[in-house]
């Protein structure tokens, strides 16, 4: 198909939701911060977005800031390190050249009373909506034909890693799961408050798309009767906005989160990544139960892009049968590694679009 004839990124993802054929699946990928490093010195040059370089479809994302606001300064920064505090009051410690998540050392909520007094720091105010961004940017996303995503930042993976601390929220949801919920349904209607404003101002989006890991490896954070008690409800409550505005619903939940699905297609779900391989989540076997229900993105699995000849032949197990009739978004089931170099990423995205073509 010629360049002037190819469907828009907006265009493959719309179809991949309508459970519909499109020129080729949606190619994305997330890499960490070190990959893209590692790529500016095989040759990826300095200030050119690696969606372009590698001809990745385009996906933009509007966010908005829930923060109490506290103070963000640096404590402690070397040539391998950066110890700093968050607007949500943690203390984390960031490496610089190695991808993966911080080390989270302290947090400023710890309880029902500094909960509340993060709380009340914590209102609608404009100035956490990036007006001057979208301004000078939602017109070329629009005109590129991007696939535009609204953020939201609420639920159990968000409170136990960036506002909380985990051992305290596992401990929580059997011990004192009000309080968790309170803070899982204060952070969602400010952040949909804050998304109504940026709607009705005529900036539009077509999905909603929010994290929260409930698994690891062949195991959950919970089980599936304190979800439907304690999580459930707010999911559903950010599904039901999504589809009163009729657009999408999108969650990413690392790990085994097998159990949860059914629920999850029963709130209305449209979309679910990242299909962890390495723990436990098989796409092939999802897509022929589920295949019809929801649009899977990604379980192509991340353990293997930088073993060439591993990662071809599963993706050609992979790719083709995750295509049928649409609902399939192509991506790793994690972000991608700086073990993977600028060539194993070329070869995968083009052998991607190749295996994902419904011409």
């Not at 947090?107 to 956490?128: C, E, G, L, P, Y």
């Not at 990544?273 to 929801?294: S, T, Y």
Request: proline residues 5%.
């Amino acid at each position: 198909m010629a360049d002037a004839d190819r469907m828009t990124s907006n265009e493959r993802f719309k179809r991949m939701f309508e459970h519909r054929d499109a020129d080729r699946i949606p190619v994305i990928d997330d890499p960490w911060g070190s990959t893209i490093e590692r790529w500016r010195h095989e040759g990826m040059p300095d200030g050119v977005d690696f969606r372009e370089f590698f001809g990745l479809d385009t996906v933009s994302g509007i966010g908005v800031d829930l923060s109490p606001r506290y103070p963000v300064k640096v404590i402690e920064e070397t040539t391998e390190y950066r110890i700093h505090t968050t607007a949500y009051g943690a203390t984390l410690k960031d490496w610089k050249h190695a991808g993966g998540v911080p080390e989270f050392l302290d947090f400023t909520i710890v309880d029902w009373d500094s909960w509340n007094a993060a709380k009340a720091r914590m209102s609608v105010q404009q100035d956490r909506i990036p007006w001057e961004h979208l301004k000078q940017n939602y017109p070329k996303w629009k005109e590129r034909g991007d696939w535009i995503q609204g953020g939201l930042w609420f639920g159990f993976d968000v409170t136990h890693s960036w506002t909380v601390g985990t051992t305290r929220v596992l401990l929580a949801l059997i011990e004192q799961p009000e309080w968790l919920m309170d803070i899982f349904g204060h952070m969602l209607e400010l952040n949909l408050a804050l998304l109504d404003a940026v709607w009705d101002a005529g900036y539009r989006f077509d999905s909603i798309m929010w994290p929260d890991d409930m698994g690891y490896k062949h195991s959950q954070f919970f089980s599936l009767r304190t979800y439907r008690k304690v999580l459930k409800p707010y999911h559903a409550r950010a599904i039901e906005w999504a589809h009163s505005k009729g657009i999408k619903a999108h969650l990413h939940s690392c790990g085994d989160v097998n159990p949860f699905i059914p629920d999850l297609i029963e709130i209305g779900l449209d979309a679910l990544n990242p299909l962890e391989v390495k723990a436990g989540m098989d796409p092939v076997a999802l897509k022929g139960k589920f295949g019809d229900k929801l649009v899977f993105h990604g379980g192509i699995n991340a353990v293997l892009w930088d073993k060439p000849d591993e990662i071809e032949a599963e993706m050609r197990a992979v790719v083709p049968e995750m295509k049928k009739s649409g609902g399939y978004i192509f991506s790793s089931d994690h972000s991608v590694p700086s073990s993977v170099s600028l060539q194993d990423f070329q070869n995968i995205v083009s052998l991607a679009k190749e295996l994902g073509s419904y011409a």
